[in-house]
Nanobody
Framework: QVQLVESGGGLVQPGGSLRLSCAAS????????MSWYRQAPGKERELVATSTSGGGSTNYADSVKGRFTISRDNAKNTVYLQMNSLKPEDTAVYYC???????????WGKGTLVTVSS
């Protein structure tokens, strides 16, 4: 059974930092493309960052380039999102997603809330 569990969200002041974690189980983590998405109140879910299988390539939304970093530890079956220089507009529920290309299937975590406010 595939499970993705996000953690690390919380309240942070503008300019601060947070590191999100997503612990995965139930599949071969190293073969999956791992992504972080976010959904702000009243808005559609949007892609934030992606790490391809094996960690060979990363991609970022323009809005977070230079501030956020996605990384993965295949030995720990965990993907991270380091978020620096946070802005109020980064406030959202952040979701972890795994894409297994062999099965052409997506799996989602339940999300973790990040609130950036003074």
């Amino acid at each position: 059974q595939v499970q993705l569990v996000e953690s690390g969200g919380g309240l942070v002041q503008p300019g601060g930092s947070l590191r999100l974690s997503c612990a995965a189980s139930g599949f071969t983590f190293g073969r999956a493309t791992m992504s972080w998405y976010r959904q702000a109140p009243g808005k559609e879910r949007e892609l934030v960052a992606t790490s391809t299988s094996g960690g060979g390539s990363t991609n970022y939304a323009d809005s977070v380039k230079g501030r956020f970093t996605i990384s993965r530890d295949n030995a720990k079956n965990t993907v991270y999102l380091q978020m620096n220089s946070l802005k109020p507009e980064d406030t959202a529920v952040y979701y972890c997603k795994a894409y297994r290309s062999y099965y052409d299937m997506d799996y989602w975590g339940k999300g973790t809330l990040v609130t950036v406010s003074s």
